[in-house]
Nanobody, 124 residues
Protein backbone atom coordinates (compact mmCIF):
# COMPACT_ATOMS: atom_id res chain seq x y z
CA UNK A 1 0.00 0.00 0.00
CA UNK A 2 1.41 3.34 -1.02
CA UNK A 3 0.17 6.51 0.61
CA UNK A 4 0.87 9.97 -0.74
CA UNK A 5 -0.07 12.97 1.39
CA UNK A 6 -0.24 16.50 0.05
CA UNK A 7 -1.73 19.92 0.73
CA UNK A 8 0.43 21.24 3.52
CA UNK A 9 1.80 24.74 3.58
CA UNK A 10 2.30 27.97 5.49
CA UNK A 11 -0.87 29.74 6.60
CA UNK A 12 -1.92 32.29 9.16
CA UNK A 13 -3.95 31.58 12.26
CA UNK A 14 -7.62 31.35 11.39
CA UNK A 15 -7.00 30.13 7.86
CA UNK A 16 -8.02 26.80 6.37
CA UNK A 17 -6.19 24.02 4.58
CA UNK A 18 -7.24 20.75 3.05
CA UNK A 19 -4.89 17.81 3.14
CA UNK A 20 -5.25 14.90 0.76
CA UNK A 21 -3.98 11.37 0.96
CA UNK A 22 -4.04 9.16 -2.08
CA UNK A 23 -4.13 5.48 -1.33
CA UNK A 24 -4.55 3.09 -4.20
CA UNK A 25 -6.32 -0.25 -3.90
CA UNK A 26 -7.32 0.49 -0.34
CA UNK A 27 -10.18 -0.92 1.73
CA UNK A 28 -9.16 0.04 5.23
CA UNK A 29 -9.83 2.55 7.93
CA UNK A 30 -7.70 5.64 7.35
CA UNK A 31 -6.26 8.01 9.88
CA UNK A 32 -4.43 11.28 10.13
CA UNK A 33 -1.72 11.81 12.71
CA UNK A 34 0.62 14.70 13.35
CA UNK A 35 3.98 15.23 14.91
CA UNK A 36 5.23 18.58 16.14
CA UNK A 37 8.95 19.21 16.71
CA UNK A 38 10.13 17.50 19.85
CA UNK A 39 6.82 15.76 20.43
CA UNK A 40 5.45 12.31 19.84
CA UNK A 41 3.21 11.52 16.92
CA UNK A 42 -0.39 12.00 17.96
CA UNK A 43 -3.78 10.98 16.65
CA UNK A 44 -5.82 13.59 14.80
CA UNK A 45 -8.72 11.87 13.03
CA UNK A 46 -9.88 8.54 11.67
CA UNK A 47 -12.53 7.37 9.23
CA UNK A 48 -13.79 3.83 8.81
CA UNK A 49 -13.39 2.09 5.48
CA UNK A 50 -16.90 2.93 4.27
CA UNK A 51 -16.87 6.37 5.86
CA UNK A 52 -19.68 5.66 8.30
CA UNK A 53 -17.61 6.21 11.43
CA UNK A 54 -15.30 9.12 12.23
CA UNK A 55 -13.45 10.11 15.36
CA UNK A 56 -11.35 13.14 16.29
CA UNK A 57 -8.92 14.18 18.95
CA UNK A 58 -10.30 16.72 21.39
CA UNK A 59 -7.83 19.32 20.17
CA UNK A 60 -9.26 19.38 16.63
CA UNK A 61 -12.89 18.40 17.20
CA UNK A 62 -15.21 20.95 15.66
CA UNK A 63 -12.46 22.43 13.47
CA UNK A 64 -11.22 19.50 11.39
CA UNK A 65 -13.25 17.15 9.21
CA UNK A 66 -12.06 13.86 7.78
CA UNK A 67 -13.72 12.41 4.70
CA UNK A 68 -12.98 9.92 1.96
CA UNK A 69 -13.83 9.30 -1.65
CA UNK A 70 -13.27 5.60 -2.21
CA UNK A 71 -13.90 5.93 -5.94
CA UNK A 72 -10.88 8.22 -6.12
CA UNK A 73 -8.88 6.37 -3.51
CA UNK A 74 -8.43 9.57 -1.55
CA UNK A 75 -8.87 10.64 2.05
CA UNK A 76 -9.16 14.29 3.01
CA UNK A 77 -8.58 16.34 6.13
CA UNK A 78 -10.30 19.70 6.02
CA UNK A 79 -8.70 21.93 8.61
CA UNK A 80 -10.49 25.14 9.56
CA UNK A 81 -9.71 27.86 12.07
CA UNK A 82 -6.10 26.76 12.23
CA UNK A 83 -4.06 27.64 15.28
CA UNK A 84 -0.30 27.93 15.77
CA UNK A 85 -0.42 24.79 17.91
CA UNK A 86 -1.62 22.88 14.84
CA UNK A 87 1.84 23.31 13.34
CA UNK A 88 3.23 19.83 12.66
CA UNK A 89 4.04 17.29 10.03
CA UNK A 90 0.79 15.54 9.17
CA UNK A 91 0.80 11.88 8.25
CA UNK A 92 -1.91 9.78 6.73
CA UNK A 93 -1.99 6.13 7.62
CA UNK A 94 -3.87 2.99 6.68
CA UNK A 95 -5.07 0.77 9.49
CA UNK A 96 -4.31 -2.91 9.67
CA UNK A 97 -6.83 -5.06 7.84
CA UNK A 98 -9.98 -5.66 9.85
CA UNK A 99 -13.29 -7.11 8.61
CA UNK A 100 -15.43 -4.87 10.80
CA UNK A 101 -17.09 -2.14 8.76
CA UNK A 102 -17.08 0.27 11.72
CA UNK A 103 -13.43 -0.29 12.67
CA UNK A 104 -11.81 3.10 13.28
CA UNK A 105 -8.78 2.85 15.57
CA UNK A 106 -7.17 5.83 17.27
CA UNK A 107 -3.93 4.15 18.39
CA UNK A 108 -1.00 4.56 16.03
CA UNK A 109 -0.03 0.95 16.79
CA UNK A 110 -3.14 -0.13 14.87
CA UNK A 111 -1.83 1.33 11.62
CA UNK A 112 0.17 -0.72 9.18
CA UNK A 113 1.08 1.79 6.48
CA UNK A 114 2.21 5.39 6.66
CA UNK A 115 2.64 8.17 4.15
CA UNK A 116 5.65 10.42 4.01
CA UNK A 117 4.05 13.40 5.77
CA UNK A 118 3.20 16.93 4.74
CA UNK A 119 4.22 19.99 6.75
CA UNK A 120 1.62 22.41 8.03
CA UNK A 121 2.89 25.64 9.54
CA UNK A 122 0.47 28.08 11.15
CA UNK A 123 1.81 31.51 11.98
CA UNK A 124 0.27 33.71 14.64
Amino acid sequence: VQLQASGGGLVQAGDSLRLSCTAFALDRAMGWFRQAPGKEREFVAVISRRGSVTSYSDSVKGRFTISRDNAKGTVYLQMNTLKPEDTAVYYCAAASANPRTFYAPVEKESYAYWGQGTLVTVSS
